[in-house]
């Protein structure tokens, strides 16, 4: 296929015989379990040997995963097998507090800072407070270890998305192979650094539920914000496929069958983080087809475009039905909260929760979806990684190709 928004880019070395392939991991609370599962299952599809995602790139939930393959890239399946082992054990309170006197303080405090108009109390820097999370990933991710990986070839580039809240551009923190170099578009670019805790914090930084995160002289949150061509930092760093792994089921339904309702705020926030995560990827993969249908009817368009194959897992079932059936396996710290913000019974009430319901029995099923979907799809998995050429059709449930 096709390569999109930015062509043409330049390959930083000659092209080898075999493609480099690239992983893009979205965004998406905890949906980023069924990314998980489908890397699981690629662990023991693809025959074992080196790493075989040279360019790794993730975005909010996607990042930090992102971050342990790049930093274990000498031995990914063990880093494969290290975050199935947090996810499935996965708890709230390892992301953000949620005890019943956290969340009433934080609750007092938004009142008080509303009352008084900001003068008794400023008002809090986010909704819910993510300490525990930077905790974790101080003990789980090796963050020089994705220097180590470059500097000794087990991985070519490995880049962190974030937005700045200073600029109103998306930031592709990025570190790669001697050569590759940075690049600055209208609402994007990339930067060259050693990757850091930090980088993956402000990647993470929900707007609204976590604080932004301080990188030099600016202020950093979701790189999910303003992010208008998620494939595009892949491809800038020499990806010839990629493989995104994304967490919206492509056909999912919000709606009900009682007619149209008032959606409630928690609804609305909901649907945003669903816009926030998926849209854009979606919307990439038409844009490659597009060029593609472009450079198929003009040698000239050709010739001046640089080819890229696509492949996208994504979940065969709607998420929000399986947070549905979890709802209470859920924190009851956090379930007061949820109620207040609105969430009806029904499966739209339940998308905020299917993104912040951090808690072992989603995720658990969730990591067994993604790793369904991909074993059922193995064959043309297999087939995409070795660089072979794939089906105009393929049927696979959670697999996909841009259309």
Known sequence: MAMTVDAPVAVVDAPSARPVVGLVLTGGGARAAYQVGVLRALAEILPRGRNPFQVIVGTSAGAVAASVLAS?????????AGLERVWSQFRTEQVFYV????????????LLALISGG??????????????????LGVEVDCAGIRRSIARGHLRACALCATSYTWGRSVAYFDAIAGQPEWTRVQHCGRRTELTLEHIMASVALPMLFPPIRLEQEYFGDGS?????????AIRLGADRLLIIGVRAPRAGVGTDDGPAMPTPGEVLGYMLDTLFSDQVYRD???????NQLARASSVVARNTRQIDTLMMA?????????????DAMPKGLRPLLRIIGGRPEVSGHQLASYLAFEAPYTGELIELGYRDAMQARTALSAFMSGEKLPAVMTSPGISRAT
């Open 72 to 80: 274990q890239a000498h031995v990914w399946r063990q880093a494969v």
């Open 99 to 110: 005890s019943s006197r956290h969340m009433l303080r934080s609750g007092l405090h938004w």
């Open 119 to 136: 003068l008794v109390l400023s008002p809090p820097k986010s909704l819910l407070d993510n300490s525990p999370l930077r905790g974790l």
């Open 225 to 233: 914000m303003r992010q208008l061509s998620p494939l595009s930092p």
């Open 285 to 291: 993969l038409e844009h490659i087809e597009h060029i």
């Open 315 to 327: 979940p065969s079932i709607d998420p929000n039905e399986i947070a549905a059936r979890h709802i």
